[in-house]
């Protein structure tokens, strides 16, 4: 069985488990993401991760033909936490406007760590697994595909750390090809002549079939842009990019309030409604009410997600309230000095 295949044969399977990225310009840019090729997308991490959420978001959505389908998220990073954690907010937001269930969703999604290269090795025989036991799963998504040839922490055999990354994307390409599988990679950009290029360039250029970069918007644009580098559907080009309502909204998150009453609305039922006591349900409508009045405040920032700020929102009106009591007190003792010295 050939692994190959060509434009033509690709174009004509253009229906056949298209994942499709919920924007019409990269859409038809790339023409959606699809089985038996090699997608490999590069440039800031937010850019990687918003196009990531949209892709996994689409893949779990029921179709006829797999009821239930299922993918497989390969997060390949050094041991800080931040670098193999997912944010299920923006997810969780993506997949409640399709209409899916959340905890059905989620449950479909298989997400797989490696710290190491030889870790990244071993997981290609994990997704081997993996895809043989299911026939339902999707799409494959790998990010930092190439990261930890240059993380790993064994500075004097890079040789050996390089092969091992290698094998385990050729392994991985070959095993999503021979189960009709969407395979999508993220890569670090380094610096080029005339633009960035994905790290490892040499080899990722041999083995992908579609690279994108993004990059975010230059001065004077309204949306980020995208730039296919390599593909047998089309010459090399750009175009700018947004996501579903952007285009109108002018915006690439939904507004804070809205964004704000979905999530009390999961709250309430999920975590208020569960609480035993009263006087606990009686503290976090005091707790709503003071995240409503600094929603500002919450809208302001942009660095944390929705619920670090309420969580960090609550923790401000408790000093305060801390402060308020310990003022009364001094206050209290004040007055209590001056009747005991009359």
Not at 23 to 42: R, T
Not at 52 to 62: D, G, I, Q, Y
Not at 113 to 130: C, P
Request: glycine share 6%; proline share 3%.
């Amino acid at each position: 069985m050939t692994l190959f295949i060509d434009a033509q044969q690709l174009a004509s399977n253009a229906k056949v488990n298209t994942i499709l990225t919920d924007s019409l310009q990269l859409d038809e840019l790339i023409g959606g993401v699809k089985a038996q090729i090699l997608y490999l997308f590069y440039g800031e991490d937010d850019l990687i991760e918003t196009l990531f959420r949209h892709l996994l978001a689409n893949s779990l959505k029921p179709t006829e033909e797999n009821p239930e389908p299922e993918a497989v998220y390969i997060i390949c990073g050094n041991y800080r936490m931040e670098h193999i954690v997912v944010d299920t907010e923006p997810l969780t937001r993506l997949l409640e406007s399709s209409g899916q269930g959340l905890e059905d969703a989620l449950r479909r999604v298989h997400v797989l760590v490696a710290s190491s290269a030889d870790q990244q090795a071993n997981l290609t025989a994990e997704l081997e697994r993996l895809v043989s036991m299911s026939r339902s799963i999707r799409l494959v998504l790998v990010k930092g595909i190439y990261k930890l040839s240059r993380d790993d922490a064994r500075k004097r055999n890079r040789g050996r750390v390089a092969e091992e990354v290698q094998r385990s994307i050729a392994g991985m390409k070959r095993i999503c090809a021979s189960s009709g599988v969407s395979l999508v990679g993220s890569a670090r950009e380094v610096s080029g002549k005339r633009m960035p290029v994905p790290e490892a360039s040499s080899y990722l250029d041999h083995l992908a079939g579609i690279i994108v970069y993004l990059r975010r918007r230059e001065r004077g644009g309204r949306f980020n842009r995208a730039y296919v580098l390599k593909s047998p559907l089309t010459a090399q080009r750009s175009v700018e990019y947004c996501y579903g309502d952007e285009k109108y909204l002018g915006r690439t998150t939904p507004p804070i309030r809205m964004s704000f009453e979905g999530l009390l609305s999961r709250l309430r039922s999920e975590y208020r409604d569960a609480l035993v006591k009263q006087g606990r349900r009686d503290a976090f409508d005091r707790l709503v009410e003071a995240w409503s009045a600094e929603l500002g405040a919450i809208s302001y920032a942009e660095s944390l997600s929705l619920m670090d700020l309420i969580l960090l929102t609550g923790l401000v009106d408790d000093r305060r309230v801390s402060d308020e009591l310990g003022s009364r007190l001094t206050e209290f003792e004040r007055r209590l000095s001056q009747l005991e010295q009359k």
